[in-house]
């Protein structure tokens, strides 16, 4: 079982700060998403994760050990950034078999494991931008590593592609801690189990997903009657759905029953709101 633990960080670039007392501790093995608007300092909080940048005050400790000034801590993280290039004029196989000479791996198990046998003898340029995501990913899985430090990896990707990415990075990441930066808090619910909300450089929130509670939230129903008469507050509205409001799961799954002993064949059901809204925008509206 390993620990990453932030005491009173601050780090940024040219002597000015960005991120501004930074702590909190991680030690299960876990999805951590980093979830925040753009520019509110995720790439530079794994920077400094990653002992790129140092930080002004403050410490960032691996199994205890600080990763500033210990390299063989820093040799078992691995950060993919967004400016994870790789070289353009080699080939998939040859990029792979590069990087597994200087830092070790294997080429062929990660080519196998990232479905990527079949584009083996391309060039990099010739590939699709999921494609040369998932050579990035690639690399970093060549060696495994104890940390994992994914920034946006799914950004600029189609929906269809960065779903493909997601469960690619999922099925790999088992059993360590990683911490997976995001904007987009749909795909933050769905990906991790763990939050940080990092807002205006600091940490708005910290701790399980499944803590966060909303008051209240909605769930649709499509269905093939109308759902006001077993339920009465449910209204028909946006997009064809029976809108419910309701303030846990079970209510939602209490109110599916209902239809369905009332004979109502529900063809959907889904919840139309995301809890991790309100903390995200409740928050940007506090300041
Ligand atoms: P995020 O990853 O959440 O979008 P960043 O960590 O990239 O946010 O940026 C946080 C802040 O740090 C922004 O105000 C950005 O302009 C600033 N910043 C990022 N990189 C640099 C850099 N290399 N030099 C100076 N300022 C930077």
């Known amino acids: 079982m390993h ?3 932030l005491v009173n960080a601050s780090s940024g ?3 000015k700060p960005v991120l ?3 702590s909190f501790k991680a030690e299960e093995s876990a999805i951590y998403v980093v979830l925040g608007p753009n520019g509110a300092g995720k790439t530079t909080l794994f920077r400094t994760i990653a002992g790129i940048l140092e930080p002004y005050s403050g410490e960032v400790l691996f199994d205890g050990k600080n990763i500033t000034n210990t390299k063989e801590v820093r040799k078992r993280i691995n950060y993919l950034s967004h400016y994870n290039a790789i070289p353009e004029e080699m080939t998939v196989y040859g990029s792979l078999k590069f990087y597994a000479d200087i830092e ?5 198990e990660v080519l196998a494991l990232l479905n990527l046998e079949e584009l083996r003898d391309k060039k990099v340029s010739d590939l699709s931008q999921g494609q040369k995501k998932r050579v990035s990913i690639a690399k970093v899985f060549l060696r495994e590593r104890d940390l994992y430090l994914l920034d946006e990896p799914t950004s600029n990707l189609d929906p269809g592609v960065s779903k493909e990415i997601r469960d690619i990075l999922l099925r790999l990441a088992k ?3 990683v911490l ?8 933050a619910r ?3 189990t763990n939050l940080i909300l990092v807002r205006d450089g600091t940490i708005a929130y910290y701790g399980r997903i499944s803590n966060i509670k909303s008051k209240e939230y909605r769930v649709g129903f499509r269905a093939s009657q109308d759902v006001s008469k077993i339920i009465p507050t449910a209204k028909l509205g946006e997009g064809g759905y029976y809108v419910l409001s309701v303030s846990t799961p079970e209510e939602a799954g209490l109110a599916l029953k209902k239809l369905v002993e009332g004979g109502v064949l529900v063809t959907e059901m889904r919840q139309l709101d995301n809890p991790l809204q309100d903390l995200f925008e409740n928050r940007s509206t506090q300041k």
Do not use: W
């Open 190 to 192: 769905d990906v991790g």
């Open 175 to 177: 059993d360590k801690i």
């Open 13 to 15: 670039y040219n002597g």
């Open 3 to 5: 620990t990453l633990e």
């Open 180 to 187: 997976y930066s995001s904007h987009n808090l749909y795909e």
């Open 20 to 22: 501004h007392n930074i």
């Open 104 to 108: 070790g791996g294997n080429q062929d």
